[in-house]
């Protein structure tokens, strides 16, 4: 068990599984896209640890590229919107596969398809390690699934619980 903060976490999916969904994400992705040189944007913070993981494993030509997404308050109250920081190349043309650590409302998910669009990408494709389908609110593909999950908070592997736990080899899972 480990303390992060007030709260205790056990341990929930081994370096070892990980690694495996991970294997399994670079051969379906390396399969798909064999004649094209993809560019995969990982979304800072999180997906840090799964981006270094998954490139050391894909074996074919690629570029590799990293984004934060802002939040962005406006002028009413109301209005939130975010704002992609980082991406200053051109994707035209492009097979852009985003590396995700996790997702869970797809509010994330929402936002990068809608700040994408106006790219003239060949290929947009998501991929995510970890996946909370019971969490998932939204009618949007994802095109690459590691792990489903159950609706419970993880922290490890790049995941944190307020900036704590990201550097755990393994995911540990929040104690009842
Ligand atoms: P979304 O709800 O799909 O938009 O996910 C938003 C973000 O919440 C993810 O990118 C993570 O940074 C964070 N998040 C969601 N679930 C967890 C969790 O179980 N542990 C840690 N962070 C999480
Ligand atoms: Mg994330």
């Known amino acids: 068990m480990i303390q992060l903060h007030d709260k205790q976490f056990v341990p929930f999916i081994s370096a070892k599984e990980i690694n495996f ?48 997404l802002a939040s962005y308050e406006g002028t009413s109250s109301t209005e939130s919107v975010k704002q992609l920081i980082g991406l200053n190349q051109d994707l035209t043309g492009r097979t852009v596969i ?19 669009k106006s790219q003239n990408v060949k290929h947009f494709k998501i ?14 593909k994802i095109d690459y699934v590691g792990i489903r999950i159950p609706n419970k908070f993880i922290v490890g592997f790049g995941l944190d619980y307020d900036g704590l736990g990201r550097n755990l080899p393994e995911v540990y899972q929040l104690k009842e």
């Open 21 to 68: 969904a991970i294997e399994k994400m670079v051969a379906q992705i390396e399969d798909d896209f064999f004649d094209e040189t993809p560019i995969f944007i990982g979304v800072l913070n999180g997906s840090f640890m799964v981006v270094s993981d998954f490139l050391k494993l894909y074996k074919k030509p690629c570029e590799v590229s990293f984004i934060k």
């Open 98 to 116: 985003i590396l995700e650590d996790i997702i869970d409302t797809g509010n994330t998910l929402e936002e990068l398809k809608n700040l994408f």
């Open 127 to 140: 991929a995510t390690l970890f996946f909370k389908p019971d969490a998932f609110k939204k009618d949007l």
